[in-house]
């Protein structure tokens, strides 16, 4: 599974990024906003941080300006994702977009035939919003196990779901259960992945009982040491 953060915060992708797990970025004018920078600025230095896939969303609803507006965007760098909306003229800027070898990724999927027509138009990407679904007591989770099944009983659709708008961990390892490709999550959702008391707690322990033992695996020349080592098959 894939994971993208949902974020156009360039220090917190820069901090992410730094640990090799993170597959790609995705955005959407809300971010843009609250970052409080220039768009195109902003997408141009994710594009250097990120080599995977990086969703900036067009802001026209007609699909003339949309398609002129996703040319302009894809031309920022190799991996950019056009995000369009999942309208008619969304749809026919993906047919296009998609054609000409550019990815898109069509957002705001609130339903499994929305989903079917984001793939019929050669989409990347399609972007259910789950916790916007759990916001108005529809569960989320239920319209991305819709998705994968359908796609699945169709191996000449190339789209990939791309789980969004995700509030939780439980939202990612339910994506992850169901076969979902990507997860797009906030910074915050990502580092509470990582964490769990039984870790901290044990690490505690362990880090205790190494300090009582009085020893350093580097020596007391630190890293210098490594010159010292033999190499492998010589003793
Ligand atoms: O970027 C699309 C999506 O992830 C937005 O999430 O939290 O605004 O519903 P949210």
Not at 14 to 26: I, K, P, Q
Request: net charge negative; charged share 20%; with cysteine.
């Amino acid at each position: 599974m894939k994971f993208f953060i949902d974020t156009a915060d360039t220090a917190e992708i820069r901090e992410l990024a730094s640990t090799g797990l993170l597959d790609g970025v995705t955005t959407n004018p809300s971010l843009i906003a609250k970052s409080g920078r220039d768009f195109i600025e902003v997408i141009e230095e994710i594009c250097e941080i990120v080599p995977g896939p990086v969703s900036a969303e067009v802001a026209a609803t007609d699909h003339e300006t949309m398609l002129a507006e996703g040319k302009r965007l894809a031309r920022i760098a190799p991996n950019i994702a056009v995000k369009v909306p999942l309208t008619p003229d969304g749809l026919k800027t993906c047919k296009v977009l998609s054609g000409e070898g550019t990815m898109v990724n069509v957002t705001l999927c609130f339903s499994p035939g929305q989903a079917i027509l984001a793939a019929k138009a050669g989409a990347s990407f399609v972007s259910p919003f789950v916790g916007r679904l759990d916001d108005i007591s529809t569960p989320g989770m239920e319209l991305i196990a819709d998705i994968c099944q359908i796609y699945s009983q169709y191996p000449d659709f190339e789209t990939e779901v791309l789980v969004a708008s995700i509030r939780h961990p439980m939202h990612v390892i339910e994506a992850a259960r169901m076969g979902a490709h990507v997860a797009t999550m906030p910074g915050s959702v990502i580092r509470q992945l990582f964490s769990h008391p039984l870790t901290d707690k044990g690490l505690a322990a362990f880090l205790a009982d190494w300090a009582k033992t009085g020893q350093s695996i580097l020596g007391k020349d630190g890293a210098k040491d490594d010159k010292k080592a033999p190499s492998r098959g010589q003793g």
